[in-house]
C-alpha cells in the first residue's frame, strides 16, 4: 500500500521522507515559492527579489537544462519581479517543477539501484538545504 505525505516538500525533506518509505507527495512548494521569487537550485534557494541579482548575468542554476535557464538570466528574471511582469512567475514556477521532477527521478534511480544509494543525493542537498521536519528521518 503506498504512503501519502501531503504538504511537504522542501527538496531534502522529500529526500527524508523517501527513506522512510514514503511513496507519493503533494506540495504546492515549487510553483507558490516561484510566484513569490524564490528559485531551487542544485547549490540551495535564490531569492531573486534580492538586489544581489540586479546585475547578475548567469541562470538560474547553471546546469540546468531547462528552458528557463538556458534562456533567461537572474537579472533578467529579477526585472520581471521588479515591474510586476507575470512572466517572472512563470519562469520561477516552470524552473521549480523541472528541479522537483530532476530530484524526483534521481530518487527513483537511487531506489532502483541505478545509484549506489540515497546517502550521495541527501548529502549534497544537506550542504545547502536545511531539513524542515523535525524527526522524520529518525
Given at each position: 500500500?503506498?504512503?501519502?505525505?501531503?504538504?511537504?516538500?522542501?527538496?531534502?525533506?522529500?529526500?527524508d521522507?523517501?527513506?522512510?518509505?514514503?511513496?507519493?507527495?503533494?506540495?504546492?512548494?515549487?510553483?507558490?515559492?516561484?510566484?513569490?521569487?524564490?528559485?531551487y537550485?542544485?547549490?540551495?534557494?535564490?531569492?531573486?527579489?534580492?538586489?544581489?541579482?540586479?546585475?547578475?548575468?548567469?541562470?538560474?542554476?547553471?546546469?540546468?537544462?531547462?528552458?528557463?535557464?538556458?534562456?533567461?538570466?537572474?537579472?533578467?528574471?529579477?526585472?520581471?519581479?521588479?515591474?510586476?511582469?507575470?512572466?517572472?512567475?512563470?519562469?520561477?514556477?516552470?524552473?521549480?517543477?523541472?528541479?522537483?521532477?530532476?530530484?524526483?527521478?534521481?530518487?527513483?534511480?537511487?531506489?532502483?539501484?541505478?545509484?549506489?544509494?540515497?546517502?550521495?543525493?541527501?548529502?549534497?542537498?544537506?550542504?545547502s538545504?536545511?531539513?524542515?521536519?523535525?524527526?522524520?528521518?529518525?
Amino acid at each position: 500500500q503506498p504512503r501519502y505525505l501531503m504538504g511537504v516538500g522542501e527538496p531534502l525533506d522529500l529526500v527524508d521522507a523517501v527513506t522512510c518509505g514514503v511513496d507519493l507527495f503533494d506540495c504546492v512548494i515549487p510553483t507558490r515559492h516561484g510566484r513569490n521569487g524564490l528559485a531551487y537550485t542544485w547549490a540551495g534557494r535564490l531569492n531573486l527579489r534580492h538586489a544581489a541579482y540586479v546585475a547578475d548575468p548567469r541562470p538560474l542554476d547553471p546546469g540546468c537544462p531547462c528552458d528557463t535557464c538556458r534562456t533567461y538570466s537572474r537579472m533578467y528574471i529579477r526585472h520581471l519581479f521588479q515591474v510586476g511582469e507575470l512572466l517572472g512567475l512563470r519562469l520561477l514556477s516552470f524552473h521549480n517543477l523541472w528541479f522537483y521532477s530532476t530530484l524526483m527521478s534521481r530518487l527513483k534511480q537511487a531506489i532502483e539501484g541505478k545509484e549506489p544509494s540515497l546517502l550521495p543525493l541527501r548529502s549534497q542537498l544537506a550542504a545547502s538545504y536545511q531539513p524542515t521536519m523535525e524527526g522524520i528521518a529518525g
